[in-house]
């Protein structure tokens, strides 16, 4: 994706529901724990209600303490995707 604005965006923090395909996507200046609770406090559990479960990459924004808590207190599962990251063969 780009170029982005200057507006210093860089990354887009995406949610998708499973069942509807609804999308929810905010565009963040940083790709950390803080951008990624907030979203889900005010984007997610706010508008929507607990989701039953979280699939996510199992990037470290997704498996830190306060990120756990906040689910565990909400009662809201988590499953992680195996990312396979392939390299072409170089001769």
């Not at 990354?11 to 940083?30: F, R």
């Not at 689910?71 to 990312?83: E, G, H, Q």
Request: glycine share 4%.
């Amino acid at each position: 994706m780009g170029p982005f604005p200057p507006f210093g965006y860089e990354y887009i923090l995406v949610a998708v529901d499973y069942v509807s395909k609804w999308i929810e996507a905010i565009p963040t200046k940083t790709c950390d724990r803080k951008v990624v609770l907030k979203f889900f406090k005010s984007n997610i559990f706010s508008r929507f209600g607990c989701p039953r479960t979280i699939i996510s990459d199992n990037g470290t924004h997704f498996i830190n303490s306060q990120f756990k808590a906040l689910l565990r207190n909400n009662r809201v599962t988590t499953r992680s995707l195996c990312i396979i990251l392939h390299s072409p063969m170089v001769k």
